[in-house]
């Protein structure tokens, strides 16, 4: 027998849900995004179930995202209803665990990426280990920011927001609490008693099991990402950095170099129009983009060289950022 790819059951207090693919990094397939669903709609209303609490199998990740390979192998093949399922019902499962009436508890102990972002950011509580790493590195496979990462990530401090949308720099451990991806930090060797605590007694012992922030790594850069990120383009942005002409502007220029530079485009574009929607409508944006974005030839390069061949030579068209055409991205967001 297989094993189930998400298992879920009562214990005390709490709903369980473990993302049960460690192999796999804990990614979320259609099948997993279901069954996470339906364990958060028959709790609901569940009067024994005070919370929920979700993890990740193993030690290497909470969860690495979505499965990507199968999006582009069904973009590829023409197959629209499966590509547009995905997508449709991960995003319902965001917007439900935004909106869920009872405690959401994400336990991040490893990699949290993409589509593990999206089931952990939007609950009200997000612990995260020293062994936690969250990053949207979406620009890097021709894609953008989802799972409601436009609604969150313009609402960040200044523009880190936008800085880790566009360049997918990871923020690990308790620089995750910072930046505003989690809200306590827990030491890896105390998560087990965590969990048990919190069968046995619910969110109030969030606080009694979280230790003090050291300092946030990214501090030293702040002031310049506010400056370099707050530009109202890419250009703007790149302009900026160069004036900068600093080591840490000198590394974001190649960090973004490398990116899809029309991923680049529209990702800061649905970002800056994020900043003043609800998340309901921020998740419909990006509904809308998906089915365009996942036919680009980007996308479909991005994810072979990143995922599937794994040469990390994508090649991107354009291949510049100078050579990016603001209005075709402009028809491509509508």
Request: proline share 7%; net charge negative.
């Amino acid at each position: 027998m297989t094993e189930e790819s998400v298992v879920v059951r009562r214990d005390g207090r709490t709903g369980r849900i473990l993302l049960n693919r460690p192999k796999a990094l804990n990614a979320l397939d259609l099948p997993m995004i279901r069954a996470c669903a339906e364990a958060l709609e028959a709790w609901r209303n569940d009067p024994a179930v005070h919370a929920v609490v979700i993890e990740g199998a193993g030690e290497r990740a909470f969860c690495a995202g979505g499965d990507i390979r199968a999006v582009r192998s069904h973009a590829m093949a023409g197959e629209i209803e499966p590509v547009e399922s995905f997508f449709a019902e991960e995003y319902a499962l965001n917007r439900a665990i935004a909106e869920y009436p009872k405690p959401y508890v994400a336990l991040i102990d490893g990699i949290c990426m993409g589509g593990g972002i999206g089931v952990s950011v939007h609950g009200a509580y997000r612990v995260a280990t020293e062994h936690a790493m969250f990053a949207m590195p979406e620009t890097a496979i021709g894609f953008f920011p989802d799972i409601g990462a436009t609604y969150f990530l313009p609402r960040l401090p200044g523009s880190l927001g936008m800085y880790l949308g566009l360049t997918g720099t990871r923020v690990q451990g308790a620089d995750a609490v910072h930046a505003g991806f989690a809200t306590h930090f827990v030491p890896r060797s105390q998560l087990a008693a965590l969990s048990a605590a919190l069968a046995e007694d619910g969110v109030a012992v969030l606080g009694p099991h979280a230790v003090p922030l050291p300092p946030f790594a990214l501090a030293p850069q702040r002031a310049a990402i506010d400056r370099c990120f707050s530009a109202d383009s890419v250009p703007g942005i790149i302009a900026r950095l160069e004036a900068d002409g600093g080591d840490w502007a000198q590394q974001t220029l190649a960090t973004l170099r490398g990116m899809s530079p029309s991923s680049l485009f529209w990702s800061f574009e649905i970002i800056r129009r994020g900043a003043a929607t609800t998340l309901p409508q921020a998740l419909e944006a990006e509904l809308l983009l998906t089915r365009t974005v996942t036919q680009h030839a980007d996308f479909q390069e991005g994810v072979r060289a990143m995922v599937v061949d794994k040469d990390r030579q994508p090649k991107w068209q354009p291949a510049r950022i100078e050579d990016v055409k603001p209005g075709e991205i402009a028809r491509l967001l509508g």
